[in-house]
């Protein structure tokens, strides 16, 4: 036997005097009507056909904080309240309270995609240290309903817990973007490995990401490029860079010919700016005599 409550509203009435305290759950993906079974754990939309869980102690805390909200008086946040909370301080820069207004939304609902996405931009658990954003990504990847939910997901750990690079960022985004839908799980994997790796190891990733991508070669560039410091002129005859600072010109090279038009404006714009760099300046400037 089957119930429909319509309109996927799970009420739950809890009377004292003439008070009433109400809770209203409402389905995320279309608004459709829900059909429960007997057991009430399970729902299934009847427009989206989705198979919803029922969550025992998302009810109970709902219950609980409508009790002392209507019944006795006394205030305690909920979900959106908490969300907004977390903006709030977001905005302020104040990144330890938004992380621990996500995490008591995590307590209310564990299995909340976005609350666990705020989580881990946040830190995640600040006690386990920087790479404690780790676990807290994993598990809003794998709550993450929707292609674009995951994307979303990857993104964010790209720009926050990545170097803060452009140009890596994009060769990841784009990696990711571009790579098979059956394989963005394995792509979303092999980057959260990283976090905490040095700049090198990083910068190869994005290489075999996206391997004639002028992006992650540029990047590859930059992060060798300390090799090149203070280099000079070599040669009786013809002056050339020495091997070291000639692999890294190439990189850069290689990197500028597979840009468009505006990529390459904005390589020229680096070169032009290291060559002003007294340590570097024997190395852009024979790059720049390349791509002028």
């Known amino acids: 036997m089957f119930l429909n409550w319509g309109i996927f509203q799970y009420l739950i009435k809890i009377i004292k005097g003439d008070k009433v305290a109400l809770i209203e759950l409402t389905c995320k993906q279309c608004g459709g009507d829900i059909v429960l ?5 399970f729902g299934y939309c009847e427009y989206c056909h989705s198979k919803i869980m029922i969550q025992e102690e998302k009810i109970i805390n709902n219950i609980t904080q409508n009790i002392t909200k209507h019944v006795y008086g006394i205030e305690s946040k909920d979900v959106d309240e908490l969300f907004n909370e977390a903006n709030q301080y977001l905005n302020l820069r104040d990144i330890r309270n938004a992380n621990t207004a996500y995490k008591k939304i995590i307590n209310i609902d564990p299995n909340l995609w976005s609350a666990w996405l705020g989580y881990a931009s946040t830190g995640g658990d600040f006690r386990d240290g920087y790479l ?17 939910q995951k994307k979303k997901t990857f993104n964010s750990l790209v720009n926050v817990f990545l170097p803060g690079d452009s140009h890596l960022q994009k060769a990841l985004l784009e990696g990711y973007e571009q790579t098979p839908t059956f394989q963005k799980d394995q792509v979303f994997d092999t980057v959260l490995k990283v976090v905490g790796c040095d700049e090198t190891d990083i910068a190869h990733l994005a290489i075999d990401l996206m391997p004639n991508y002028w992006a992650s070669l540029f990047y590859l560039a930059k992060v060798r490029k300390v090799r090149a410091r203070w280099t000079q002129l070599e040669g009786l005859f013809k002056k050339r860079l020495n091997p070291s600072a000639e692999e890294v010109k190439q990189l850069f090279l290689k990197a500028y010919n597979l840009g468009t038009t505006s990529d390459k404006n ?13 340590s570097y300046k024997v190395l852009f400037t024979e790059i720049l005599k390349d791509v002028k």
């Open 37 to 41: 079974d007997d057991s009430q754990e």
């Open 266 to 278: 904005e390589m020229i714009n680096y070169f032009n700016k290291m060559a002003k760099d007294d």
């Open 132 to 148: 404690s954003c780790v676990p807290a990504y994993r598990k809003a990847y794998n709550l993450a309903y929707t292609p674009e």
